[in-house]
């Protein structure tokens, strides 16, 4: 099976000299299809960054970065922009919904900016919306929705032109720990029940225990990895990730 996403020596350095600060420092790994991989860390650890490197929202220093087999930073103008609008789908933690837009008209911007085949985003919108239990808060406006709302329907509009990736920063940031919960519980059944590929930052233990596969970075390098075992329930997997936690300095007090 060939990787979603390949990440080869990757490397993204600030400053000169002994005032250089090394985010990410020889970072390598892979994203296979249908995979949820979870990435944690310290604060400053060089998680952002990396996500921000895949988003060809900044550029590495050295290194390489191949999804579906095409090298990001040989991209440029209408290919960048298809990669970033059309192949990658993004959850963030504050949500980036637009004021003025309905729920719907938030699920449905990609597909008018990046020229979505409207009968498939016709029928995808009524699939993801009655998954993501949405159907009635579609024509509310984000100043009338709850935090766990808005994240819902953020999720729908990540989703919506079924890219090859879905990045997640911080996805449960803003949410209460039941709203957190019922979002890992939909992404998760996404990524199972409908093969949908996360990448997901997150600092929280609880949410990162819903993944298949995780990595531990610290100091711009991979730290440690744990993958789910078979037949391994998710308290047991919580557990074996605050161990892990511990030896990095954080971890989080109990289990959704």
Do not use: W
Not at 138 to 166: D, H, T, V
Not at 184 to 209: C, F, P, R, W, Y
């Amino acid at each position: 099976m060939e990787p979603v996403l390949k990440i080869d020596s990757l490397k993204k350095y600030y400053g000169k000299g002994d005032s250089q600060t090394k985010a990410i420092d020889g970072i390598t790994f892979e994203v296979f299809p249908g995979e949820f991989l979870g990435i944690m860390g310290a604060s400053g650890s060089g998680k952002s960054t990396l996500l921000n490197c895949i988003a060809a929202v900044i550029k590495p220093t050295s290194g390489s970065i191949e999804m579906d087999g095409k090298e990001i930073g040989k991209l440029s103008g209408k290919k960048l922009a298809e990669y970033r609008g059309k192949d990658m789908g993004y959850l963030f933690q504050n949500f980036e919904l637009i004021d003025n837009l309905t729920g719907k008209e938030n699920i449905l911007l990609p597909v008018s900016l990046h020229g979505g085949v409207e009968k498939e985003g016709s029928e995808r919108f009524e699939k993801l919306t009655e998954y993501l239990e949405i159907k009635d808060i579609l024509n509310k406006f984000p100043s009338q929705m709850s935090g766990g709302e808005k994240q819902r329907i953020a999720a729908a509009r990540a989703l919506i032109l079924n890219p090859g990736l879905i990045l997640c920063d911080e996805p449960t940031g803003a949410l209460d720990s039941k709203n957190a919960k019922a979002l890992m519980t939909k992404l998760s059944g996404l990524n199972g029940e409908q093969g949908a590929t996360i990448l997901m930052v997150t600092h929280d233990s609880n949410a990162a225990s819903f993944c298949s596969r995780i990595m531990f970075i610290q100091d711009g390098k991979i730290f440690h990895e744990l993958r789910e075992e078979d037949g391994e329930d998710r308290k047991a997997f919580y557990d074996r990730i605050l161990k892990v936690l511990a030896q990095l300095g954080g971890g989080s007090s109990n289990v959704l």
